[in-house]
Nanobody, 120 residues
Framework: QVQLVESGGGLVQPGGSLRLSCAAS????????MGWYRQAPGKERDLVAH???????WYAESVKGRFTISRDNTKNTAYLQMNSLKPEDTAVYYC??????????????WGQGTQVTVSS
């Protein structure tokens, strides 16, 4: 069992920045690929970024150049740095501990979700 606890969401103005954290329990964090998803009301949950065990990253086109995913295995934590935020980035953000096999494969290990609201 893996427990994921998210933090860092909040209200920010357009053009602002937020840094989300996803802290995992246990000592096996390093075996997982980590992904960040987001879901707006009435919309599907979409993958926005993921990072493999070797540090290779992927980003959805909508966030390329603005978001950065990273991980610190010594702290069992994954991060999503979000810059130049836009109102359309407003959503609940979820982290997931999965694995990579050509694409990111989510597991049933989800964070509780953290709200990001971009509004003036």
């Amino acid at each position: 069992q893996v427990q994921l606890v998210e933090s860092g969401g909040g209200l920010v103005q357009p053009g602002g920045s937020l840094r989300l954290s996803c802290a995992a329990s246990g000592s096996i964090f390093s075996i997982f690929a980590m992904g960040w998803y987001r879901q707006a009301p009435g919309k599907e949950r979409d993958l926005v970024a993921h990072i493999r065990r070797n540090g290779t990253t992927w980003y959805a086109e909508s966030v390329k150049g603005r978001f950065t995913i990273s991980r610190d295995n010594t702290k069992n934590t994954a991060y999503l740095q979000m810059n130049s935020l836009k109102p359309e980035d407003t959503a609940v953000y979820y982290c997931n501990a999965g694995y990579y096999s050509g694409t990111f494969n989510p597991s049933n290990y989800w964070g509780q979700g953290t709200q990001v609201t971009v509004s003036s």
